[in-house]
Every structure is written in structure tokens, then in C-alpha cells.
């Protein structure tokens, strides 16, 4: 059954994505789109009412985007945010002008009107603004709707045509009842019925699943990061043993990984799953390489071959699966947001065999990391599964700084197995930091251990905080907690004696070490 839909036409603002995301946490599905797409794209949809999202442009600026005509034609509801709102007021003959002070970030908005928009809300509200223009006069027909300190007119309305503008971010955790807009918007303006649910998602993926591929075979590279893992367990609801999926152990696992995954999937699920031990192959790849880019190389390329050797010994399989999400797509949809700079080469478990020809299945394809785990969680998958941190492709051949061998990446899982159960034990795995790890420092220094000398290798910690991994903070992890991992790793890693925190953000550092 088709979902009532919301679609956000993005201008380009950086909270784009959170709209969607925030429109679906309230129960409606929801996409997004560059403001430019065909019109007949939306029209498929057959939306329940229009989005404009924010923009660094400004509705003067010679080239700046414009709003479609289908948008005011259709006669659908529309909610414009910020610039969204400066360009409904543009194209329906209000006035727009910059503001003497350019507001940007919290102001104390207070609402006027009793409009659906703003039913169960407050009369003050702490919203976020960003923006350099602002609204001098509503287009005629429209009433304004609320003010704030340096804005007028920071909404305006036409209840009758049901078309919204406001000049904050609802989306941003910052503006408090942005949700409760946003669920207006979508259940009392538009009429959505807010039944995206994980367990409606799950019907709806089965079911297209078992229409795209009938009676044939799929391939999945099984990672255990939770990605893979939902494809799996979704897959295998859907197909069950036509599903047959590839678990390359590469030896670069962190502690227990390896048998949690074939634990998980093989015994408790019942999939059909290859489990190859690879490790031996990838350190005698990896012998001698310390450059961090050559590792990366060295075993993306080993991987392919790899996964390619054991699709041949299963005959005949038509699809292969994989775990692309929501942002994904998005980030490819959108030529003016260039990906930045290539930083590191990014390497995936189950990357497309060069020469082998399948056909795709992306059942994760519109949906957002979270509800992926949401899904996870309502398809029986286990917490350490669904909640897992995220875990770079090349594993801890990136962690383990200079050479990989087998006795140095023991050294690594040990200390990273004390430093997670601590967090674990802390409550603060989930949440408080976004990522965690230890990494294996090939830097000797001296320590003193009972009456004698130790000059063993430096094991440097890592905590973030992030939203979305593009920028981090380090976690201001408590000191006795610092003081607990360090004493622990010295006393039961052996060949260990120094143990490091890790107190640069991203930018200027990388997440990972290499
Ligand atoms: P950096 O180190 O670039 O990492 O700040 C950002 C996030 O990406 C993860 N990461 C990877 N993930 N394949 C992946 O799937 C990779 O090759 C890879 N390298 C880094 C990293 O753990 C962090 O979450």
C-alpha cells in the first residue's frame, strides 16, 4: 500500500536531510529531492504536501534557485523554511529585503494566530534561526504569523490554501517544538496518516523484495556492521534460502567479532551463510606495508578477489545485495554537493566484483541509518548488532599503525575489548560517545613495571562525539574512566606500557588514524 508521502525540495541548506528525517520520526514517510527535479518525479509520488527546505542563496541573487510551478499549481499544502519561506514570499509578490543584522542562531520566537501549524504549542518558543534576508511584507493574502526579536514577520500564512513559511529551522535540535511544527504540517495540514512504522517498512521491503526477484538466487556480502546485517535478516525474511551471503573473515576483526557473526546468522537466524577464513591470505597481503593508502588498496583489491572466487563455487546467482542507505543515494542525487576532497579511499565489504554481472537489491535504499536499526531491532536482531558502532571496511589493519602482523593485532583487540567493556560498563557506549576505539601505536617507550624496565609499544584511545561522522569532537570522557582503561591495558596487555587519549577533532583530524 503506498504511504502518504511529504516531499522536501532541497535548496541546498545543510539541514536538508534532517527535514525528512525529522518528518518521518513523526510517523510520515518522507523524501527529498533537488528542488530541480522533473515534475513528473513528484507527481509519481503523489505527494501529500511540498517542503522547501533552507539555502545559502538569496531570492535576489542573480541564477538563485526558483520555485517550481507545479509546487503552487498543484494546489497541494506547502511549508517553506527559511529560504523556502523567502521564496514563497518572492514568487506570490511580498517583500523580501536583507536584514540590517543577520540572525543566526537562537532567537525567542513568539507565535500569533491560532493556526494549525501551531495547535499544542507554546506561545514563546526557542527556535534557530539562520538568514540574511527577511520578510518586510507577506504577499497579499497572507497573514504574518509570528515575530521574534529581529524578525517581524518570522512566519506567515494562508490557512485557506494552506501555505506555510517560517523563517527557523524546525529540524535542528535546537528550535524545541520543531518536531511538533513539523507533525503539524504533515498530520493536521496535509491530512498524512503517520503510519510509517518499522514494521510497516519491513511488509513494504518483503514484499518488493519477492516482486524484483522471484525465484532467483542473491548474493550477500555479510560484514556484521549493522548495515549488511539488516540486508540479511530483511533478505532472509523475504527469500529465505535463496539468499545465500559470503562472510569473508579477514583476520582484521576486533575481538569475538568473527564467531558473533556466524553465531548470530548461522545458528540463531538460519541463514544460509559461507563463512571464509581468510586471515592468513590478508597478512601475508599486508607483510610489510605500513603506508596507510597501500593497506587500504592492498586489501579492497584482496577483498574483491576474494568474494569473487567464493560467487563462483555457488553456480548460478542473479542479484547481488547491498546495504546502500538513504544518504547514499541522496549525496548521489546531488551533483552540486561534491563529495569532499577524497581524504581516504573508503573501502566496503561486498564492493561490486568488477567483472561479474548482477543485477542490483538495495532494500536499505530509502531508508535513514536509523530506522535501519529500527528494523534491525524489530526483525529480532541483537543489540550488539544493531547498535554497533561503525567500523571502517579495512578494520584494524588502519588501527594498527605500521606493520600488521598477527601478534600486534592481538595486542590491538586486546586493549580495544578493555576499552569498550569499560565504556560498556560506564554506560557510555551508547550515546555519550559515537565512536570508540584503541589504536596500536608503533612508538616504544620505557615503563617501569614491579622492580623492572618495560619498553613495549603505545596503545592511543579514541572516543568522539559526532552526528554525522563528517565532523567530531573527542568525548570528554570522565578521568577516573581514563584512569581505569589505562591501568588495565598496562597490566593485562602485555608488551604495552603507555596508554594515550586522543584529544583532536575532526577537522583537523581524521575519525581513524590512517
Ligand atoms: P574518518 O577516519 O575518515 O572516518 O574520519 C569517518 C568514519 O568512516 C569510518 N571509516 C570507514 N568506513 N570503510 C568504511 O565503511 C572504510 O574504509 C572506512 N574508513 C573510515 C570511520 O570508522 C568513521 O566512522
Given amino acids: 500500500m503506498p504511504h502518504d508521502t511529504i516531499v522536501v525540495l532541497d535548496y541546498g541548506s545543510q539541514t536538508a536531510q534532517l527535514i525528512a528525517r525529522r518528518v518521518r520520526e513523526v510517523g510520515v514517510y518522507s523524501e527529498l529531492f533537488p528542488w530541480d527535479v522533473p515534475t513528473e518525479r513528484i507527481m ?14 538569496s531570492v535576489y541573487e542573480p541564477g538563485a ?54 495547535a499544542g504549542l507554546p506561545d514563546t518558543l526557542d527556535v534557530w534561526m539562520s538568514h540574511g534576508d527577511r520578510i518586510e511584507a507577506p504577499p497579499p493574502d497572507f497573514l504574518p504569523l509570528a515575530h521574534s526579536h529581529n524578525s517581524p514577520v518570522a512566519a506567515i500564512g494562508n490557512p485557506d490554501r494552506q501555505i506555510y513559511g517560517i523563517q527557523f529551522h524546525p529540524e535542528v535540535s535546537h528550535t ?20 510509517w512504522t518499522a514494521g510497516k517498512v519491513i511488509d513494504d521491503v518483503v514484499e518488493q523484495v519477492r516482486r524484483q526477484v522471484g525465484s532467483k538466487r542473491v548474493l550477500l556480502g555479510l560484514s556484521g556492521g549493522v548495515d549488511s546485517s539488516v540486508v540479511a535478516a530483511l533478505l532472509h525474511k523475504a527469500v529465505g534460502g535463496q539468499l545465500v551471503s559470503v562472510f569473508i573473515d579477514h583476520g582484521l576483526l576486533r575481538q569475538g567479532e568473527a564467531d558473533q557473526v556466524i553465531e548470530t546468522f548461522r545458528q540463531a ?48 546467482i542473479d542479484y547481488l545485495a547491498q546495504g546502500t542507505i538513504y544518504p547514499d543515494v541522496i549525496e548521489s542525487a546531488a551533483p552540486d554537493r561534491p563529495n569532499a576532497q577524497r581524504i581516504k579511499s573508503h573501502h566496503n565489504v561486498g564492493g561490486l566484483p568488477v567483472d561479474m554481472r548482477f543485477d542490483l537489491v538495495e532494500p536499505l535504499r530509502y531508508l535513514f541509518k536509523d530506522e535501519v536499526r529500527r528494523v534491525g531491532e524489530a526483525l529480532g536482531l541483537p543489540e550488539e548488532i544493531v547498535w554497533r558502532q561503525p ?17 600486534r593485532l592481538e595486542r590491538l ?20 560517545t559515537s565512536q570508540a576505539f584503541a ?73 581513524e588514524w590512517e
Fill in 439 to 511: 589504536a596500536l601505536l608503533p612508538v616504544h617507550s620505557v615503563g617501569v613495571m614491579g622492580d623492572g624496565r618495560t619498553y613495549g609499544e603505545t596503545v592511543a584511545l579514541r572516543a568522539v562525539t559526532t552526528d554525522d561522522f563528517m565532523t567530531a569532537d573527542w568525548a570528554r570522557l570522565p578521568s577516573d574512566l581514563l584512569a581505569r582503561i589505562s591501568a588495565r591495558i598496562v597490566n593485562e596487555v602485555a608488551n604495552v606500557s603507555r596508554v594515550v587519549y586522543d584529544i583532536t577533532s575532526k577537522p583537523p583530524a581524521t575519525i
Fill in 176 to 195: 524545541t517544538h520543531g518536531k511538533d511544527i513539523l507533525a503539524n504540517f504533515a498530520i493536521r495540514v496535509c491530512g498524512c496518516r503517520p503510519d
Fill in 413 to 432: 583487540r586486546a586493549a580495544d575489548a578493555i576499552l569498550i567493556e569499560e565504556l560498556r560498563a560506564a554506560g557510555m557506549l551508547r550515546g555519550e
Fill in 269 to 316: 537466524m538460519g541463514l544460509n551463510l559461507v563463512a571464509v577464513n581468510a586471515t592468513e591470505e590478508f597478512l601475508e597481503a599486508l607483510d610489510g606495508i605500513v603506508d596507510p593508502e597501500a593497506k587500504r588498496k592492498c586489501i579492497g583489491e584482496l577483498f574483491i578477489r576474494i568474494f569473487e572466487r567464493e560467487a563462483r563455487k555457488l553456480g548460478e
Fill in 65 to 118: 534557485p526558483t520555485l517550481p510551478h507545479y509546487v503552487l499549481d498543484s494546489g497541494l499544502p506547502v511549508l517553506g523554511i527559511c529560504y523556502g519561506m523567502q521564496l514563497l514570499t518572492h514568487t506570490l509578490r511580498g517583500k523580501v529585503a536583507p536584514s540590517q543584522a543577520r540572525e543566526y542562531g537562537p532567537a525567542v520566537l513568539t507565535v500569533d494566530g491560532d493556526i494549525p501549524l501551531w
Fill in 391 to 407: 567500523f571502517p571496511g579495512p578494520g584494524l589493519a588502519v588501527r594498527c599503525l605500521g606493520e600488521v602482523t598477527w601478534e
Fill in 44 to 57: 509519481a509520488l503523489e505527494p501529500k504536501g511540498i517542503i522547501l527546505s533552507g539555502s545559502h542563496h
